[in-house]
């Protein structure tokens, strides 16, 4: 069984700090995907990143950062310099190859709140 | 970005009513999923469809009945609907299944539903 595990609840930093959303995920298998979404107020969720359990490198994308680490099994997002615009609630999942399972596996999501 | 569209985004009904989302994709995909969205609660999916075949049943009750004419299109049907089922129902759709190479998602704004 596959598990996604958000602890932060709710985050709140004042604009231009730098904030780290974390993602501790559960898999037995060795190949799996990674991602995370951005849910704004207006509901829809947003794509924001995939990566494949083979592919351990960081990846930067203007102000947002991702860090994987397979020998902990976490998955952590950074916003460097937060804006009141990336206030939303942030979502981490995890897709295998399981035919059991035919969707992503969401954490509970985490709301991050940014205060001018 | 119009890649999934969902109408309608706000829907009040009571519960003898009988109601339809619906959910188009323009992406060219071929899987297609309903979410359920409650208050402080994680993302539930609940149906799968691939190539217009349902693949996966989330144990929902049967007052939600949902259907797929083919690949662009999505319905769920509601009828006989409880005050809990309340809640913003998320459409999205992936070219391949989770694990596959292609399986990100991108989802729609969502229906906020109000069941009285």
């Known amino acids: 069984a596959q598990k996604v595990t958000q602890a932060q609840t709710e985050i709140s930093v004042v604009e231009k700090e730098d904030v780290t959303l974390d993602c501790v995920y559960e898999?037995?298998?060795?190949?799996?995907?990674l991602f995370w979404y951005k849910q704004p107020p207006s509901g829809e969720l947003v794509f924001l990143i995939r990566r494949n359990s083979f592919d351990e490198q960081n990846e930067i994308s203007g102000r947002y950062s991702w860090n994987f680490q397979k020998s902990t099994s976490s998955f952590n997002f950074t916003i460097t310099a937060s804006q009141v615009v990336d206030s939303a609630v942030y979502f981490c999942?995890?897709?295998?190859?399981?035919?059991?399972?035919?969707?992503?596996?969401f954490g509970s999501g985490t709301r991050l709140q940014v205060q001018p | 970005e119009t890649g999934v569209t969902q109408t309608p985004r706000h829907l009040v009904m009571g519960m003898t009513n009988k109601k339809s989302l619906k959910c188009e994709q323009h992406?060219?995909?071929?899987?297609m999923y309903w979410y359920k969205q409650s208050a402080k609660k994680p993302l539930e999916l609940m149906f799968v469809y691939n190539f217009k075949e349902q693949t996966e049943n989330n144990s929902v009750p049967s007052r939600f009945s949902p259907e797929c004419p083919n690949s662009s299109h999505l319905f769920l049907h509601l009828h006989t609907l409880q005050p809990e089922d309340s809640a913003l129902y998320l459409c999205?759709?992936?070219?391949?299944?989770?694990?596959?190479?292609?399986?990100?998602?991108?989802f729609g704004p969502g229906t906020r539903l109000t069941v009285l």
């Open positions: 999205a759709s992936s070219q391949g299944l989770a694990g596959t190479s292609t399986d990100t998602q991108y």
């Open positions: 992406l060219g995909h071929n899987a």
């Open positions: 898999t037995r298998d060795t190949t799996y995907y």
């Open positions: 999942a995890l897709s295998i190859r399981d035919t059991g399972r035919r969707a992503l596996t």
